[in-house]
Structures are given as C-alpha cells and as structure tokens.
C-alpha cells in the first residue's frame, strides 16, 4: 500500500527555518508531481510550493525566495527547506504528490499533515 509520510513540523521562532520531508512507502516506479500545501485554522488549504516532473517549480508569491522545494528521486522522498519563517506560515503541511503506480496508472496522495507553528 502506498502512503506519503511527512516529518519535520515543529515549533520555531521567526527567522527560523525547517525543513519538511515526505517518503514515499511502497512500491512506485517514480514520481509525477510532489506539492505541498498548507492549511491555517479557519483558511483554505492552499498551494505553497509543487514541482512536476521535468516542469518549472510554482511557489506561492508569499514563500518566494524563503521556501525551497526539492525530490530525491531515488529515495522516493521530497523536502520543503523553509527559511526566514514568519507568524503567518502557520498552519498545518501536507505533502501532495502524484504517482505511477507498477500498473502503469497515475494516482494522487495526500500526507497526514505535519504542524508547523512559528512564534513572534
């Protein structure tokens, strides 16, 4: 069975950085598209950063130049670099990513979610 674990979320003071990953478990043969999304206490979830296969990276304008998105392809993992973190990136994470399945069919998944939570 294929699930997106995430790790990394925490509690950090602003200015600060961490970085978010997301493992791929289970048998795939590669990644189409890894996202990450976040979700603020009564806000949408919104779309923070993707990276398609082959394709330019998105950012949304309020991470550009702080946030960094990256896949390692043969650990089947992604990562989210976040620096210069501000009160406002609160939320919860979720990574997002479409996936070839060993039948040759693409499929989306979603991670569990993983807090981050900064202080002023």
């Known amino acids: 069975q294929v699930q997106l674990v995430e790790s990394g979320g925490g509690l950090v003071q602003a200015g600060g950085s961490l970085r978010l990953s997301c493992v791929v478990s289970?048998?795939?043969?590669?990644?189409?598209?890894m996202g990450w999304y976040r979700q603020a206490p009564g806000k949408q979830r919104e779309l923070v950063a993707q990276?398609?296969?082959?394709?330019?990276?998105t950012y949304a304008d309020s991470v550009k130049g702080r946030f960094t998105i990256s896949t390692d392809n043969a650990k089947n993992t992604g990562y989210l670099q976040m620096n210069s973190l501000k009160p406002e990136d609160t939320a919860v994470y979720y990574c997002?990513?479409?996936?070839?399945?060993?039948?040759?069919?693409?499929?989306?998944?979603w991670g569990q979610g993983t807090q981050v939570t900064v202080s002023s």
């Open positions: 997002h990513a479409v996936l070839l399945s060993r039948s040759r069919i693409s499929l989306p998944y």
């Open positions: 289970g048998s795939i043969l590669s990644i189409n598209t």
């Open positions: 990276i398609p296969y082959g394709r330019t990276t």
